[in-house]
């Protein structure tokens, strides 16, 4: 079984950076498709970026979001840029064992706790 665990969530100004990193145990060789999700109160878990063989993003956060990964350390990244209100939400750490990534959350086999970032 992964455990995932994310970090650094927190409250920042419209226009300002985060950078969120999600660490994997034990080996990750059993996943091939990891993704940050987020979710407001009263919505669905919305993709927000993945990463397999290529990334894909949420057109909502194109060319101001950077997903990575760091095989050796077992992390995931997700550096935000230029963050707006409507970023404000839950962050979620996911990983996939299939080597395609979905945007629908329920196909996701392992799941963080969650960290919060907050923009105003």
């Known amino acids: 079984h992964v455990q995932l665990v994310e970090s650094g969530g927190g409250s920042v100004q419209t226009g300002g950076s985060l950078r969120l990193s999600c660490t994997a145990s034990?080996?990750?060789?059993?996943?091939?498709?990891w993704a940050w999700f987020r979710q407001v109160p009263g919505e669905e878990r919305e993709r927000v970026a993945s990463?397999?063989?290529?990334?894909a993003y949420a057109d909502s956060v194109k060319g101001r979001f950077t997903i990575s990964r760091d095989i050796a350390k077992n992390t995931l990244y997700l550096e935000m840029n230029s963050l707006k209100p409507e970023d404000t939400a839950m962050y979620y750490c996911a990983a996939r064992k299939q080597f395609s990534c979905s945007p629908w959350y329920r196909l996701y086999d392992y799941w963080g706790q969650g960290t919060q970032v907050t923009v105003s």
């Open positions: 034990p080996a990750t060789y059993q996943t091939n498709c």
């Open positions: 990463i397999a063989s290529t990334t």
